[in-house]
């Protein structure tokens, strides 16, 4: 489970699978949760700088679901 928190407004995301996509020509970034676009940043050229950007204004937190490991 994924977690997004919007820093400024308390706006919050929930999904299993974080896609980060940037344009090598227009240099935006988009972040998509569960393929629904929640974050865009302009001027980023890779992943590293559109995660600095997201983690800027969102609270990122990743909780494994299967906390226990399986004894059988």
């Known amino acids: 489970m994924i977690t ?10 929930n999904g299993d699978e974080i896609e980060y996509f940037v344009d090598d ?6 972040v998509y949760l569960d393929g ?3 974050f865009q940043s302009l001027e980023v050229i890779n992943d ?8 800027k204004e969102f609270k990122v937190i990743k909780e494994s679901l299967d ?5 059988s």
């Open 48 to 55: 590293g700088q559109l995660e600095h950007a997201l983690n």
């Open 67 to 71: 906390t226990f490991p399986n004894f």
């Open 25 to 30: 020509d227009t240099h935006i970034g988009e």
């Open 36 to 38: 629904d676009l929640v």
């Open 4 to 13: 997004l928190e919007n820093i400024s407004t308390g706006e919050v995301f």
